[in-house]
């Protein structure tokens, strides 16, 4: 039987964290466990940087973005000897199983922990790329696609003002998911993704066809890793085509993770947070909890991990048809 369990964020903070260890803490305790977090991800594990949490410790975080019991990006998690001492710290500390909150790195790490210690362990998703197979949607996608479709009005304002092309970098790691929705969303006029290439023939396009119809300004959207170099390298690629262009860069960058989560995402990390503790009690072990068609399922971590998510494709096909 587990009496206590360790939870973490690990990785990129993405907004609704805070909802997920408040929602662990309280179903936690509601079933009769001591919850206690585990500070800094992975390297907290490795410190003992652990503390007992009660349900006033959770009181009023839920508006908050980041995450309270903070996060970091672990090498020492990587090795056989890095684990051993985490592995130690739950020793010491009595914790029976561990849910962790983040993306593909943090479940990379927390599944072969698992293996290794043949430990119970829940991955939660958390992060604004929404890049994990096996569920619609991860914890901070939502409000990051509002953040970036604020960023987008608002520079749609000052590029028609002064009929420039914009090329706004978008993150989302190895995923497109955020740049194309956001594209979406903000009646951009191209969006440059991984998943689609080329690129450089579509963007001419849709501004060419936008020029022609005499839409004077264009906002084009650039996953950060479609292209080497980023946005600034787009831009430069259209500047030589058409000098009479004039572009301007704007990098959203960090920005993106920041500012208190949505209702939705809010709602979202409450709901798998308890899911998240109900799996324990009811003896799962190394799988994620997800959302499919509203409803919650549990996804085994390595597919959670290995398999690729994809773009929807009637998604790609609306940016290109409302954008011309
Ligand atoms: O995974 C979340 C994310 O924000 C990615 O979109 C981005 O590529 C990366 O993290 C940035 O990481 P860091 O904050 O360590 O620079």
Known sequence: MIKTIGVLTSGG?????????????????????????????????????????????????????????????CTEFHTPEGRKQAYETLQREHIDALIVIGGDGTFTGGSLFAQEYDLPVIGIPGTIDNDLWGTDATIGYDTALNTITESIDKLRDTATSHERVFLVEVMGRDAGFLTLNAAIAGGCEAAIIPERAPI?????????????????SSIVLVQE?????????????????HPEYSTRVTVLGHLQRGGSPS???RIL?????VAAVQ?????????????????????????????????????????NVLSI
């Open 263 to 265: 209702a939705y995402d």
């Open 200 to 216: 450089l023939e579509q963007i001419e396009e849709a501004i060419g066809s936008g020029r022609r119809k005499s839409k004077n």
């Open 269 to 273: 990390a409450s709901r798998m947070g």
């Open 13 to 73: 903070d993405a907004p609704g964290m805070n909802a997920a260890v408040r929602a662990v803490t309280r179903a936690g305790i509601a079933q009769g466990m001591e919850v206690k977090v585990i500070y800094r991800g992975y390297k907290g594990l490795i410190d003992g940087e652990v503390k007992t949490f009660t349900t006033q410790d959770v009181s009023g975080i839920i508006p908050r973005g980041g995450t309270l019991i903070k996060s970091a990006r």
């Open 279 to 319: 799996a324990l009690v009811d003896g799962q072990r190394n799988v994620m909890v997800g959302i499919q068609n509203d409803d919650i399922v549990l996804v085994p971590l390595s597919k959670a991990i290995h398999q690729k998510k994809d773009i929807k494709e009637d998604s790609w096909e609306a940016m």
């Open 225 to 241: 890793h479609a292209v080497e170099g980023g946005a600034a390298t787009v831009a430069q690629m259209i500047e030589k085509v």
